[in-house]
């Protein structure tokens, strides 16, 4: 038994042991997401502890009751642990009972075993055979991954998208650990999700590192990184500076001033495209980089965003310059800034208030 547990499972226990340490010492950081690692590794640790059992189990013929009961135990934690990184990618607003429909169909049919052949069943020999259902366990882990798979590329497409393709192959070879568990009955899918899910985890903290806490925007950080690695791809620029913040935490409180600037960036987040990424890059200051857009999608872009904001009950200044071929970024950057800060004049104008009344001085912004 312990030669088994060692030559089979040795990697699964390694990444399982690793990660758990990590996970503890995490503490509660994003304490939500933790809950469905750490998901995903006690699922991984009792597949490691049910294959052990279940191979002693298949030793002794009177044991079969235990063996069926263990063999389903792992066909029900098999798509359990694929769970967990669904989860984790998975947007909040479509987390619900829904994603566990598969599974709940899942445990019903290996529940079967126990009284029909249909899942599985041990002949005479007490040699296990799959039933006509057997493959639903794979194909409910096959159906995660995929979902997996859609929700990676569809919410890490912005900057560097070539890092998300480290995620597609480790959930690709997923797929194909699961294929060779149901053809040849070795568990290497227990290794697989575990090397996927700590390339998740490493993944999903350096992507944080990325995002400004308060509105869920890029950062200027991520800001500086974008310029230099989509420079060849961008074709305009935008600055963008919320009007009347200052006041704003001068009268309400800084919570106010707050709500007004995650306001703000849920309307940024919900007007841009897969060929245009915003940022907060400062306080109050926002900007945007435009991908292979023409002037007139530019300006319709942000006049759009501008709509959005003011239909939220705030006010921004934005201008934006389009990148001719041969010019640096930075000279783009700053001729943006120019033109935020006309619209900004032109505001203080229109409302008649006093322009030394803000708080921003016009530095512009620029990549390292």
């Known amino acids: 038994m312990l030669s088994h547990l060692i030559s089979v499972h ?58 069926t009961l263990l063999s389903i135990m792992g066909y029900v934690l098999r798509p359990t642990a694929a769970m967990g990184p669904l989860l984790v990618v998975c947007p909040k607003r479509l987390r619900n009972w829904k994603l566990w429909i598969p599974w709940g169909i899942n445990l019903i049919v290996n529940l079967t075993a126990f009284f029909s052949p249909a899942a599985f069943y041990f002949n005479e020999n007490y040699d296990f055979v799959r039933g006509p ?101 961008i074709s305009a620029a935008a600055s963008m500076d919320m009007n009347g913040l200052k006041e704003l935490n001068d009268t309400n409180g800084h919570a106010a001033g707050d709500k007004a600037l995650v306001a703000i960036g849920g309307c940024l987040r919900e007007a841009v495209s897969r060929n245009t990424i915003a940022y907060r890059v400062g306080g109050d200051e926002f900007a945007v980089l435009f991908m292979r857009q023409d002037e007139g999608t530019v ?23 389009m990148k001719a071929a041969g010019q640096g970024l930075e000279e783009v950057l700053q001729e943006a800034d120019r033109e935020m800060y006309k619209d900004k004049t032109a505001y203080y104008f229109r409302s008649g208030k006093d322009r030394r009344g803000h708080a921003g001085t016009p530095g512009g912004i620029r990549p390292c």
């Not at 919410?155 to 149901?182: N, Q």
Request: charged content about 20%.
């Open 10 to 67: 040795y990697i699964t226990i390694f990444l399982v042991v690793l990660l758990g340490i990590k996970l503890h010492a995490q503490g509660k950081t994003r304490d939500v997401e933790l809950r469905f690692y750490w998901l995903t590794l006690i699922c991984c640790a009792l597949l490691v502890v049910e294959d052990v059992l279940e191979t002693a189990a298949a030793e002794d013929p009177d044991m079969r009751f235990w063996r």
């Open 133 to 233: 259902l057997g493959y639903v366990v794979f194909a409910v882990s096959f159906l995660y991954l995929l979902m997996i798979q859609s929700m990676i590329w569809k919410r890490f497409y912005e900057g560097k998208t070539a890092e998300r393709w480290i995620l597609i192959v480790c959930v690709v070879g997923c797929m194909l650990a699961s294929v060779v568990d149901a053809l040849y009955g070795r568990v290497h899918i227990n290794e697989a999700i575990m090397i996927s899910c700590v390339f998740l985890f490493i993944y999903l903290r350096s992507h944080d590192n990325y995002l400004d806490p308060l509105t869920n925007l890029r950062n200027r950080f991520a800001f500086y990184d974008d310029s230099e690695h989509l420079v060849r791809d």
């Open 299 to 321: 300006k319709a872009a942000l006049a759009g965003m501008k709509e959005r904001i003011e239909a939220a009950g705030y006010s921004v200044s934005a201008g934006y310059a």
